[in-house]
């Protein structure tokens, strides 16, 4: 069931690592991209050819960081490949080994086997810590499109491999990338009429999967703040449905505000000072935002409707949430400190969860329509829905900080049906399963890592 309606169902000079604890890094620009060099990537067309590109193993310095290396290529080359906009050339046709990269490429050689950009990167020790480099070059006009270099622990390889990832699809799409993110999820487990469900978190390439609450009580629609480590959800405490926040990096947990009904629904303003949620008591349901700095509480709506899954323009300045305040499950926009609002889904259907593009340009939804489930987007005004999902169940879409992605949970019928993290591009082409350790649901997609 909707849970929407029904609640029970970069700072570039620092990474923080997944188990808490700051540490620095040093990134250096190693060469300007050249603007004659600019490739050009149309992200949001119908169909997309992917862009050719050779990612060879890293050069180490020694064994250690030749082993660092060949696993910081594998992880570039699964982020690119993974969002539908790259085609990394088989490593079996390389006509160049990685110490002959070290140099320029020979541009002939690498344009004979398909590749219109090659990588070539090296790893070196350097006194406990590791010095990353690499260098991504046109093969088509034989220059050097962007570098960059890195200092960061042994441990940070990951990171680092994430973070050349975006260098390279920002270099090549124009677009900002989105592999130095992590996704909150419900991880659950157990059989169906008694499920577990706890907060877990993971890269969003599902390494570095851990829990973050014990599964004693059961959580649904965690949200990431847009500033800091902090998630906003909804956990039933004692049987009590109520709004809580949670800090990664402490673990420290704390109810939110202190409200006569039950609340559902959070989700953060842009600025991460407010939280906006919904409260049902005494049979109606509305919006409020409570604001964090003076816990002073604004009721945004008061009608006999049920309003819910609230979410914020990037501006802050309006909100999208859906209210059967028509006589049918819809979306609305309104100002963010209330007021009217007007109705912008008119499609076949019911439409739940909106989600504001990072960008402004779109809301995601979840529709249901003749007992199926769809993701779709349309723009703010309500025009130009299109429907990028659909299956038995598909549910609860959050959006990649660049605007570009949207992950998802779906369901599969039957008693043994499983539920799975899904992701899907703007074209609805590039649909992947999202690997979680167990079943999963309610994603929320980070920011870029501070």
């Not at 570095?208 to 599964?215: E, Y």
């Not at 779709?376 to 959006?399: A, I, N």
Request: hydrophobic residues 35%.
């Amino acid at each position: 069931m909707i849970a929407a309606l029904c609640p029970v169902r970069r700072r570039p000079a620092g990474l923080v690592p997944l188990l808490g604890g700051a540490f620095a890094i040093a990134l250096t620009l190693v060469v300007a991209p050249p603007a004659s060099a600019q490739t050009d990537i149309t992200v949001t067309r119908g169909s997309t050819e992917p862009f050719p590109i050779a990612i060879p193993d890293f050069l180490g310095s020694d064994g250690q960081a030749g082993q660092i290396g060949a696993q910081v290529a594998q992880v570039v080359n699964a982020d690119l490949e993974r969002s539908g906009l790259f085609r990394p050339i088989p490593r079996a046709s390389f006509p160049q080994t990685p110490a002959q990269l070290q140099g320029q490429p020979s541009f002939g050689a690498w344009k004979g086997v398909g590749s219109d950009a090659v990588v070539a990167g090296r790893v070196s020790s350097q006194g406990g810590r590791l010095a990353f480099e690499f260098r991504l070059w046109d093969t088509q006009v034989g220059q050097q499109m962007t570098g960059l270099s890195f200092t960061a622990d042994t441990v940070n390889w990951r990171r680092v491999a994430h973070i050349i990832a975006d260098a390279i699809y920002e270099r090549i799409t124009g677009e900002k990338g989105y592999f130095d993110t992590r996704m909150v999820y419900v991880s659950e487990s157990g059989p169906k009429n008694r499920r577990v469900k706890r907060l877990a978190i993971m890269d969003q390439d599902g390494a570095n999967n851990r829990f973050l609450t014990s599964g004693k009580d059961l959580v649904l629609t965690p949200r990431f703040s847009p500033r800091d480590q902090t998630i906003t959800y909804m956990s039933y405490f004692n049987d009590k449905p109520r709004v809580y926040l949670f800090n990664i990096d402490t673990g420290q947990q704390e109810v939110l505000g202190d409200f006569p009904g039950m609340t559902f629904a959070p989700r953060f303003s842009p600025d991460g000072n407010k939280v906006i949620m919904s409260m049902a008591k005494d049979g109606q349901t509305d919006l409020y935002a409570l604001d964090l700095r003076t816990r002073s509480v604004q009721r945004l709506t008061n009608s006999a409707a049920i309003d819910t899954s609230p979410s914020y323009s990037p501006d802050g300045s309006q909100i999208v949430f859906n209210s059967d305040r028509g006589g049918s499950q819809q979306l609305y926009v309104m100002s963010a400190g209330g007021g009217g609002a007007n109705r912008i889904s008119f499609g076949d259907g019911r439409y739940a969860t909106p989600v504001w593009s990072p960008r402004g340009d779109l809301i995601a939804f979840t529709k249901m329509k003749g007992g199926r489930f769809y993701i779709g987007v349309m723009r703010p005004d309500g025009s130009q829905e299109r429907v990028l999902t659909e299956s038995f169940l598909d549910e609860g879409p959050t959006w990649a900080p660049n605007g570009r992605v949207l992950a998802f949970f779906r369901q599969t019928p039957g008693d043994a049906g499983r539920v799975r993290l899904y992701t899907v591009d703007l074209t609805g082409r590039n649909e992947r399963q999202m690997l979680t350790p167990s079943d999963a649901s309610d994603p929320a997609w980070s920011p870029l890592n501070p």
